[in-house]
């Protein structure tokens, strides 16, 4: 069975923070000796972009370092990036005392094992469609979309209308100086 986080779940989240790979892509990476590739949704782009616009804070943290990342957190101006091969423990921590919130504040999502540490500690655990299991049991929701097919835009719309602003952020929108596509 899927689990399936309530509303006033959603409702607290105060900080958005995902992994990369496997989350915000499909988990596909395209090399060629020189540059790498890797294939965003511009959907979940504008989630993100929606939820700063509310004021909830994005952060992607990632065990490595890629320039495809860090170009793509930069155009959509991820308030926290996280490249390093250390425990993302650390990450998340290091994070949430800059943005002066605690770990239940914390929605995280994740695809894989190496964020199971993470998913115990933060308020709001996800996990992809696509997430491997023990990643699933650890979890309070899993989004009916996988990775880097709308998953993070699914939890990000349900933030926002958990936090009663759909309705503002649909008027912001519908203004002739609305959002661009993200």
Same mark, same amino acid.
């Given at each position: 069975?899927?689990? +399936?986080?309530?509303?006033?779940?959603?409702?607290?989240?105060?900080?958005?923070?995902?992994?990369?790979?496997?989350?915000?892509?499909? &988990?596909?990476?395209?090399?060629?000796?020189?540059?790498?590739?890797?294939?965003?949704?511009?959907?979940?782009? $504008?989630?993100?972009?929606?939820?700063?616009? +509310?004021?909830?804070?994005?952060?992607?943290?990632?065990?490595?370092?890629?320039?495809?990342?860090?170009?793509?957190?930069?155009?959509?101006?991820?308030?926290?990036?996280?490249?390093?091969?250390?425990?993302?423990?650390? &990450?998340?921590?290091? +994070?949430?005392?800059?943005?002066?919130?605690?770990?239940?504040? &914390?929605?995280? $999502?994740?695809?894989?094992?190496?964020?199971?540490?993470?998913?115990?500690?933060?308020?709001?655990?996800?996990?992809?469609?696509?997430?491997?299991?023990?990643?699933?049991?650890?979890v309070k929701h899993m989004?009916?979309?996988?990775?880097?097919?709308?998953?993070?835009?699914?939890?990000?719309?349900?933030i926002i209308e958990a936090?009663?602003?759909?309705?503002?952020?649909?008027?912001?929108?519908?203004?002739?100086?609305?959002?661009?596509?993200?």
């Amino acid at each position: 069975m899927r689990p +399936i986080a309530t509303t006033a779940q959603f409702k607290c989240v105060k900080i958005f923070l995902t992994d990369v790979d496997g989350v915000l892509t499909n &988990a596909t990476v395209f090399m060629n000796g020189r540059n790498e590739y890797k294939q965003f949704n511009i959907q979940d782009g $504008m989630g993100l972009r929606l939820l700063q616009h +509310i004021g909830i804070p994005v952060g992607w943290v990632s065990n490595r370092s890629s320039a495809a990342t860090t170009a793509r957190a930069k155009e959509l101006k991820v308030d926290y990036l996280w490249q390093k091969s250390k425990p993302k423990v650390e &990450a998340v921590a290091s +994070i949430l005392k800059k943005a002066k919130l605690d770990w239940d504040d &914390a929605c995280f $999502m994740s695809d894989d094992i190496n964020d199971l540490a993470v998913l115990s500690r933060v308020g709001l655990p996800i996990a992809v469609a696509n997430a491997r299991q023990e990643v699933i049991t650890a979890v309070k929701h899993m989004t009916k979309a996988e990775g880097g097919q709308g998953a993070v835009r699914e939890v990000c719309d349900k933030i926002i209308e958990a936090h009663g602003k759909w309705p503002h952020v649909i008027r912001e929108l519908s203004h002739p100086e609305g959002y661009r596509d993200q």
